[in-house]
Nanobody
């Protein structure tokens, strides 16, 4: 099985930046498409960004131009660099691994954007 642990969340002012990390263990990280999701209180879970095993990235329109997804296969880690943060970015952010045997999820990390 794959284990995923998110880190890097916290409280930041509007316009600020955070970098989230997702550390993976087990499985073969380098072959998985990896995904960041987020879920705000009272809202459905939203796909934020994806990155393929080859490093091809896609983004939700709401974060395009502000967020950057990346991965370091040597470190079994995926990142989400979040710039120009807005209050509407406030959510729990979850890491997901799309594997042959199904999806695996981290525990989530809270991001709060507030003045």
């Amino acid at each position: 099985q794959v284990q995923l642990v998110e880190s890097g969340g916290g409280l930041v002012q509007p316009g600020g930046s955070l970098r989230l990390s997702c550390a993976a263990s087990g499985g073969i990280f380098s072959i998985y498409t990896m995904v960041w999701y987020r879920q705000a209180p009272g809202k459905q879970r939203e796909l934020v960004a994806t990155i393929t095993s080859g490093g091809s990235a896609n983004y939700a329109d709401s974060v395009k131009g502000r967020f950057t997804i990346s991965r370091d296969n040597a470190k079994n880690t995926m990142y989400l660099q979040m710039n120009s943060l807005k209050p509407e970015d406030t959510a729990v952010y979850y890491c997901n691994a799309d594997t042959k045997r199904g999806d695996y999820w981290g525990q989530g990390t809270q991001v709060t954007v507030s003045s």
